[in-house]
């Protein structure tokens, strides 16, 4: 009996490591803003249900033991209740990557997204199926949709700055969801004509083949600058330089595109923390590279790491 006991226990620590899942995810839901007489724990079972939805599901074929799980986090704020049981809100992403050899974890991602229309009745399942990907009512299934895109586009990015070019597999998927979407105009954030920062195009510049560059910055970023930081310092912030300065080419002959902005808003901090200990003339090369990456925090990059 006691043999026994002991294989159960045996294979379901194997079964647990074989099934790890992916990410390691935290939804919270926040309707504070909303003011009605609507049961506010609908908003608590929606939470539950999106965290289930987003770490027990398997979103690769790859296994992950637990310390390899993406860190992520969701915040969904309700804005507006534009019908019973249709909702209108903004979802705030991040993630991140540990870095090799110390407990720091690199931003891979900070984003908010505006374009959050869906429809969610109190225990309804969360479902995501490829071949469907809004299912039959495309309110009830954006929901799903939008957050399967951000979790392919989370897997990619981490997947990216591991090997060149990784993530793509993932991007692909992303770009399904993308292709999939239903033509209505109370769904937006999925078309090329819904705005210049939105999923459509964050994804086209991912798996565009013109915009290549940008996985190499990536994963020369990580991989020969971050994940070196803690052995060899002084090269590791000169070859995260470097991989700035390929960026830097890369955005004076693509001005203005969306992949840029989505790299740039998750580094800020990290990047005046680097280049803040580089010497004067790589300051100054680097405050005169991000000013220009990065409008919105160039009064930061002047001030904090001259």
Request: proline residues 2%; hydrophobic residues 40%; neutral net charge.
């Given at each position: 009996?006691?043999?026994?006991?002991?294989?159960?226990?045996?294979?379901?620590?194997?079964?647990?490591?074989?099934?790890?899942?992916?990410?390691?995810?935290?939804?919270?839901?926040?309707?504070?803003r909303i003011?009605?007489?609507?049961?506010?724990?609908?908003?608590?079972?929606?939470?539950?249900?999106?965290?289930?939805?987003?770490?027990?599901r398997r979103?690769?074929?790859?296994?992950?033991?637990?310390?390899?799980?993406?860190?992520?986090?969701?915040?969904?704020?309700?804005?507006?209740?534009?019908?019973?049981?249709?909702?209108?809100?903004?979802?705030?992403?991040?993630?991140?990557?540990?870095?090799?050899?110390?407990?720091?974890?690199?931003?891979?991602?900070?984003?908010?997204?505006?374009?959050?229309?869906?429809?969610?009745?109190?225990?309804?399942?969360?479902?995501?199926?490829?071949?469907?990907?809004?299912?039959?009512?495309?309110?009830?299934?954006?929901?799903?949709?939008?957050?399967?895109?951000?979790?392919?586009?989370?897997?990619?990015?981490?997947?990216?700055?591991?090997?060149?070019?990784?993530?793509?597999?993932?991007?692909?998927?992303?770009?399904?969801?993308?292709?999939?979407?239903?033509?209505?105009?109370?769904?937006?954030?999925?078309?090329?004509?819904?705005?210049?920062?939105?999923?459509?195009?964050?994804?086209?510049?991912?798996?565009?083949?013109?915009?290549?560059?940008?996985?190499?910055?990536?994963?020369s970023y990580?991989?020969?600058?971050?994940?070196?930081?803690?052995?060899?310092?002084?090269?590791?912030?000169?070859?995260?330089?470097?991989?700035?300065?390929?960026?830097?080419?890369?955005?004076?002959?693509?001005?203005?595109?969306?992949?840029?902005?989505?790299?740039?808003?998750?580094?800020?901090?990290?990047?005046?923390?680097?280049?803040?200990?580089?010497?004067?003339?790589?300051?100054?090369?680097?405050?005169?590279?991000?000013?220009?990456?990065?409008?919105?925090?160039?009064?930061?990059?002047?001030?904090?790491?001259?």
């Amino acid at each position: 009996m006691f043999k026994r006991v002991i294989v159960l226990f045996f294979l379901v620590l194997v079964s647990t490591f074989i099934e790890a899942q992916e990410l390691q995810g935290k939804v919270t839901v926040n309707a504070g803003r909303i003011n009605s007489t609507v049961d506010k724990k609908v908003f608590v079972t929606l939470q539950n249900q999106l965290n289930n939805f987003l770490n027990n599901r398997r979103w690769t074929n790859d296994v992950f033991k637990q310390n390899e799980k993406i860190a992520c986090s969701f915040l969904l704020n309700i804005e507006s209740i534009v019908e019973t049981n249709v909702y209108k809100g903004t979802l705030i992403v991040q993630a991140a990557r540990p870095i090799y050899g110390s407990s720091y974890q690199s931003p891979l991602i900070n984003y908010q997204d505006a374009d959050i229309a869906f429809k969610y009745v109190e225990f309804q399942p969360i479902e995501f199926n490829e071949n469907n990907v809004h299912g039959t009512d495309p309110l009830i299934g954006n929901l799903s949709a939008i957050f399967a895109y951000y979790a392919y586009t989370i897997i990619g990015l981490d997947y990216d700055s591991f090997s060149p070019k990784g993530g793509d597999q993932m991007f692909q998927k992303a770009l399904n969801i993308i292709n999939n979407s239903p033509e209505s105009s109370n769904i937006v954030g999925w078309k090329l004509f819904d705005g210049l920062r939105n999923r459509y195009w964050f994804n086209e510049n991912l798996v565009n083949n013109k915009y290549n560059v940008i996985h190499d910055v990536f994963y020369s970023y990580y991989r020969n600058g971050m994940d070196s930081l803690y052995v060899k310092d002084v090269a590791a912030r000169n070859n995260v330089l470097k991989s700035i300065t390929r960026l830097h080419t890369f955005n004076q002959e693509n001005s203005g595109t969306a992949i840029l902005q989505f790299f740039m808003q998750s580094k800020t901090n990290e990047l005046i923390g680097l280049f803040k200990n580089l010497k004067a003339e790589d300051k100054a090369k680097a405050i005169t590279m991000l000013t220009t990456l990065d409008v919105s925090n160039a009064p930061r990059y002047k001030d904090e790491i001259k």
